[in-house]
């Protein structure tokens, strides 16, 4: 079988993996407290052009949506994203479990842009009665998003100063950053988006390491019992130096972009094989997430040496399916399922 499910269905890259077994055995201080994760904070504050800033690390994604968004809203505010947000349709109402409400806005896409930020925040405060209403606290996007599109820096900083002009954080959901990053015609750097969002996340889960993902702000100073609340929400490994361990090597030897690269080329080699049968795209992307319908035929033909996901409830005659790369994709692989084709 084929794994396209998603883009954490193996373990650790080998580099990654290498690197936790060289350090296996030293001992350290807990709770990313230990040398590794200060190393881990060093080398990425410098990768993202960031003199000074704060980086902690959490387990996984919902953990650090979860805890971040509930570290810089306030009790009656709630969190503007857009309606296929992760936060809004895949955490199981994390966000809500916290007290706050997500406030939905009309994707397209999968993404928002700065002019219904403005327009949902104006309209808020000319309510007379917006004291009784959940308050927009700030703002959350994915880079990618969770269709597998991409902002554009232009869009990304209209979003920012929308956010600022109100004064409401941007936050930035990078569990696939990776991929976002080395994607064809994306024009926004690792710098640059440490340069636009107030808080984003480097994702490691989803981009070879066995788990783990880092929170950049460009405040050193923000939310300074984030750390705290990190531990609240269950978000806190005790051998924090696992996940420093992990960053040390994600940021070594280019291995995040080439881990972005070699994703991003075995997606372009699936769309274009499929394109090359006359499958239908769902939607044209340029990132390791891969959209199709196919007849349901062939959709139980590629099942049986394939698993991927269905994109929603199947259809009568034909459904929409969704492949993602990873590191581990094998041309062979991508090679097999249009075959099957």
């Known amino acids: 079988m084929y794994y396209f499910d998603s883009d954490y269905m193996v373990g650790a890259h080998p580099e990654v993996m290498e690197k936790l077994i060289e350090t296996n055995l030293l001992h350290t201080v807990g709770y990313q407290r230990d040398q590794f994760c200060d190393e881990a904070r060093k080398i990425i504050l410098e990768a993202c052009g960031l003199n000074d800033g704060k980086v902690l690390f959490f387990v996984g994604g919902t953990q650090t949506n979860a805890t971040v968004i509930d570290g810089l809203l306030h009790r009656h505010e709630g969190v503007l994203a857009a309606d296929s947000a992760h936060i809004n349709v895949h955490e199981a109402g994390a966000i809500e479990a916290s007290g706050h409400k997500v406030l939905t806005l009309p994707a397209v896409n999968g ?128 051998k924090g130096r696992l996940l420093g361990v992990q960053f040390i090597a994600l940021f070594s030897n280019d291995l995040y972009n080439r881990i972005g690269r070699h994703a991003i080329e075995m997606a372009m080699r699936l769309k274009e094989g499929m394109k090359a049968k006359n499958v239908e795209l769902m939607i044209d992307l340029p990132t390791n997430q891969q959209f199709f319908v196919l007849p349901n035929e062939t959709i139980a033909r590629l099942r049986k040496i394939a698993s991927f996901e269905y994109w929603g409830a199947p259809g009568p005659d034909k459904s929409a399916v969704r492949f993602v790369t990873d590191f581990s994709t094998t041309p062979e692989a991508i090679d097999a399922v249009v075959d099957a084709v």
């Open 111 to 238: 993404k928002i842009d700065a002019k219904q930020i403005e327009d949902y925040v104006e309209t808020f405060y000319r309510d007379d009665s917006y004291s009784h209403m959940v308050a927009p606290g700030m703002v959350y996007i994915s880079f990618p998003t969770e269709l597998g599109t991409l902002y554009s820096r232009d869009e990304l900083t209209a979003i920012a100063d929308a956010c600022h002009q109100h004064n409401i954080p941007l936050y930035v959901d990078g569990a696939r950053l990776a991929y976002g990053l080395q994607a064809p015609g994306n024009d926004i750097s690792l710098k640059d988006l440490a340069a636009i969002a107030d808080y984003f996340y480097i994702g490691g889960t989803k981009c070879g390491a066995l788990m783990g993902e880092a929170l950049v702000s460009r405040h050193a100073d923000a939310v300074p019992y984030l750390y705290t609340l990190i531990k609240q929400h269950g978000s806190m490994l005790a």
